[in-house]
């Protein structure tokens, strides 16, 4: 799945291809702004640090609720911090 296009819709109508490997990039960049280790974080989320490892690596979804945790956590929101909100600005 690593690298692979999706294709989002938004009010029917569909929206510029992202690839996967766009948010585990941010998910890292998030995370070591924040000073944080993978640790740190997967102790955060109830996680392993192996699980952060896979997610930040490969593309590995993480659960919505993890997500909104870490929207939190960075001071932001999930499409941003997912990488979409660039997508859905150009609609």
Do not use: C
């Amino acid at each position: 799945m690593f690298g692979m296009e999706i294709t989002k819709q938004r009010r029917g109508r569909p929206v510029a291809p992202i690839t996967v490997t766009d948010y585990p990039v941010r998910l890292r960049e998030f995370r070591e702004r924040a000073g944080l280790s993978q640790n740190d974080l997967a102790e955060f989320l109830g996680l392993s640090q192996y699980s952060i490892s896979v997610a930040e690596r490969t593309g590995k979804e993480l659960a919505d609720a993890h997500w909104q945790r870490l929207a939190v956590l960075f001071k932001t929101d999930v499409l941003t911090l997912r990488g979409w909100s660039k997508i859905y600005s150009k609609i």
